[in-house]
């Protein structure tokens, strides 16, 4: 079976200064470094992924980008600023998204076809994020967790690929994160927390689980888990309060746990499996099930 493997490419430092702080402070050069590492593992497995390009980084470190679409990558949107779907009107989402399409499509000479939410935050209240995808002319999204999350999440969509169809006769592509049900528990288990922290025969029988229900993996990675040195939010940087301190040494500590183990597991899934992009996937899939979005969402 062929599985799906997506990066979010952005930038770590400046994401979680900006959580930290609530500042916006220019990417750090640490992606390029980072970019770098995961361009070699999937050079090394032949394997192609979907990059989601954020569009403020794309705009920072052009050449970063252009190194990955050079390597045969696809170049799919993660939106210009980063900024959950439920904190924007659909204006400003709209425009968001129209920005980073086009900055990206005038960087590769490629067109855009996927998108995926900022944290993942296409929900029940939000779905109207596919219908302006639609509208703006992308192919799918990925940006769904069929899960209940704290943060993230649809309980009860649908776990698989799906073309919906939307009001106003358009369509668009879903594909939802992989998730398994462990115990009680239903995880995302194909990149994240859970991943990091997940010893290597568990991942190899969730990911058995998956293919066992006919489902492909939907793995997700970023740039920043296959850095050579240690995650350091203060790499380049001064916070102007000890808050602002404090909270970057949690940061600090919680992102680095597990990390180092990333480069082992993702060459391990991809000795044991066959990934492809999402378009690749889309373009290969013989049969696809369609339906109306508005049954799904209830
Ligand atoms: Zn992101």
Redesign the pocket.
């Known amino acids: 079976m062929t599985n799906i493997l997506t990066i979010?490419l952005?930038d770590w430092h400046q994401l979680i200064r900006r959580r930290v702080s609530g500042n916006l402070s220019p990417a750090s050069a640490a992606v390029a470094r980072q970019v770098d590492a995961l361009l070699e593992l999937l050079e090394r497995h032949r394997t192609q992924a979907t990059f989601f390009t954020?569009g403020m980084l794309a705009e920072a470190y052009p050449n970063v980008v252009k190194r990955i679409a050079a390597q045969g990558h696809e170049i799919a949107s993660?939106g210009y600023a980063?900024l959950p779907t439920h904190r924007l009107s659909r204006q400003e989402f709209t425009d968001d998204c129209k920005r980073a399409k086009a900055l990206l499509e005038d960087l590769t000479g490629q067109p855009v076809r996927g998108y995926r939410a900022?944290?993942f935050s296409v929900r029940s209240r939000t779905l109207w994020v596919l219908e302006v995808l639609a509208e703006l002319g992308f192919l799918y999204d990925s940006s769904i967790f069929p899960i209940r999350h704290r943060r993230y999440g649809i309980p009860g969509f649908a776990p698989r690929v799906v073309q919906y169809a939307l009001r106003g006769g358009k369509q668009l592509f879903e594909i939802p994160l992989a998730t398994v049900s462990l115990g009680p528990a239903t995880i995302p288990v194909a990149g994240g927390g859970y991943f990091r922290l997940m010893p290597v025969w568990l991942i190899r029988q969730a990911m058995g689980k998956l293919h066992a229900d006919q489902q492909p993996i939907v793995a997700y990675f970023h740039p920043y888990e296959f850095d050579s040195r240690p995650l350091d939010v203060f790499e380049d940087w001064q916070p102007s309060s000890w808050a602002h301190r404090l909270r970057g040494v949690r940061f600090n500590w919680h992102q680095n746990l597990g990390r180092g183990t990333m480069p082992g597991k993702l060459a391990d899934l991809l000795l044991r499996h066959r990934f492809t992009s999402c378009l690749a996937f889309l373009q290969g899939a013989h049969q696809i099930e369609r339906r109306a979005l508005f049954s799904e969402a209830g």
């Open positions: 979010d952005e954020l993660h980063h900022a944290e």
